[in-house]
């Protein structure tokens, strides 16, 4: 069973999660139904800092033994912090997805591009229809 | 999807389940890593129910083995099993199997499991160009089940159940015995770099000693293992996996699979592969593992100075050896260990060396 969705943030269709800090930047990670799905994540590759990316484009690859999944921005803007612990620990994304697992942050392009997200009611029906 | 006669409990136990060559297997049943740990620190029970059992046997059986395989299993003994290599005129590997010597003139060849159709009909095919009319090949996959029991636990689990001793069993040997009163063949081999059995029943008896073993088995810490962690488990151990690391185009002369090919005697592709030998081979497969972070995966490219050189075959991260290793072909002059290579994971080239295999070996 996956942890609840915290709904202090947004998600995307793809299991990305997105919390605004109200000053024109978020943070994001995957969502721990994600990493549910992915399990063993041995592998965590991040964007470089300054690196510019688009709303639902691939910007991070995690990798578990068996596979390899594209993780894409929930925003657009650029990349302004990666979180390095990742590289030594990807486990992190396993244990806490929504907390220290999370990836990078970014500087939004147009803070109302996060409309286009889910709230946490929503993206918590979205995979319970899934599961069907 | 074919169904294993385990399938029902596969889904009972949890497991993730996928196609593999035409199969409903589980790849899961909890996570990679720690069904990878269980077969190397205790014991792991996979169902390869999917792979495919040929039965060969009458007088002329050691004839048409001689003229089907790479290797020479003139003088194998009763009960002894032999690797080896089944290849086309053109000396491409069609399967890698293992041949259990069963009696006089009675033996099993054991396939994997996507080329087991492609494999009987290449048999039959060959016993009839080569006229030979005293052998009788049968497929006894669909009545056949077996399950691998792998570990350093696994002697005593399965002592538990088993009516022989099964100490005196060496490594690659087979013996008739009872597990649960059920009439089993039992060999001490398997596909994971660990000491462990592979045991052969009829498939409708399968799922009582799967059960059994399973029951017996968890207060020593046997898990089921997915496919997820045999494929772990055999490239640690740098054992080959068909389709993946070879086909039809690939030559054993070119894998690791030299030492069973026996150029002395006439075989299929013979003449085709003492040609290649004379030649000179192009290239070969290595094992390497990454200087950086990254792991490399089947299809990625390989490059030696600015030029792509070749193609990583296996790739994987290992959870005993923490870190990512692979197989790969490169051309023959860059295929002694120590070499530097650049492997392109996505649009980097990450450094990589070439090393010996195996990657692991277990301490005996």
Not at chain 1, 36 to 65: H, N, R, W, Y
Not at chain 2, 234 to 261: F, S
Not at chain 2, 329 to 335: A, K, L, M, Q
Request: with cysteine; proline share 4%.
């Amino acid at each position: 069973m996956s942890k609840p969705n915290p709904s202090d943030r947004k998600y995307s269709k793809e299991h990305e999660w997105a919390m605004d800090n109200r000053d024109g930047t978020i943070k994001m990670g995957i969502t721990d139904h994600a990493q549910e799905l992915l399990t063993d994540i041995v592998f965590v590759e991040l964007p470089a800092v300054g690196k510019k990316v688009k709303q639902m484009e691939p910007m991070a690859v995690v990798e578990s033994v068996k596979s390899v999944s594209d993780v894409f921005s929930p925003v657009s803007g650029e990349v302004i912090e990666v979180n390095k612990e990742l590289e030594e620990h990807p486990e992190l994304v396993n244990q806490d997805a929504f907390g220290k697992g999370w990836m990078a942050k970014l500087k939004m392009d147009d803070p109302a591009e996060l409309n286009n997200l889910m709230d946490a009611a929503r993206y918590t029906e979205m995979i319970k229809e899934e599961k069907h | 999807m074919k169904k294993t006669p385990l399938h029902d409990r596969h889904i009972a136990l949890g497991a993730k389940i996928i196609d593999f060559g035409g199969w409903a297997m589980p790849v899961q049943y909890s996570n990679v890593i720690e069904e990878h740990h269980a077969t190397r620190m205790k014991a792991g029970l996979f169902d390869i129910c999917h792979m495919g059992e040929i039965e060969v046997k009458g007088p002329q059986a050691l004839q048409l083995l001689q003229w089907l395989l790479s290797r020479n299993i003139e003088g194998q003994a009763i009960g002894q099993i032999k690797l080896s290599v089944m290849t086309n005129e053109n000396g491409g590997i069609i399967d890698d199997v293992t041949v259990y010597r069963l009696g006089e003139e009675h033996y099993v060849i054991v396939t994997n499991a996507g080329t087991k159709d492609k494999d009987y009909s290449w048999i039959e095919t060959q016993r009839r160009v080569r006229g030979l009319s005293d052998v009788e090949v049968v497929d006894n996959s669909d009545r056949t089940g077996k399950i691998d029991l792998q570990g350093p636990l696994s002697q005593t689990i399965l002592q538990n159940l088993a009516s022989d001793d099964l100490a005196p069993l060496t490594y690659y040997h087979a013996e008739d015995m009872q597990v649960m009163k059920i009439p089993v063949l039992v060999s001490r081999s398997g596909y994971t770099g660990e000491d462990g059995f592979e045991i052969y029943t009829e498939s409708r008896w399968i799922g009582e000693i799967w059960d059994k073993l399973l029951e017996v088995g968890a207060g020593f810490g046997l898990k089921p293992v997915g496919l997820g962690a045999r494929d772990t488990l055999r490239l640690e151990a740098g054992m080959m996996l068909y389709g993946n690391d070879m086909d039809e185009t690939i030559t054993p002369l070119e894998v690791v699979y030299g030492w069973v090919t026996n150029l002395e005697k006439d075989f299929v592709g013979s003449s085709a592969l003492k040609k290649l030998k004379e030649k000179g081979l192009e290239r070969k497969l290595v094992g390497f593992e990454m200087e950086e972070r990254g792991i490399a995966r089947h299809g990625y490219k390989v490059f030696k100075d600015g030029t792509e050189v070749g193609v990583v075959t296996s790739g994987t991260y290992t959870p005993t050896l923490q870190k990512a290793v692979g197989l790969a072909f490169v051309p023959v002059p860059y295929s002694r260990p120590g070499t530097d290579i650049l492997i392109q994971i996505r649009d980097h080239h990450a450094r990589a060396r070439i090393v010996e295999l195996p990657f692991y070996r277990r301490r005996k």
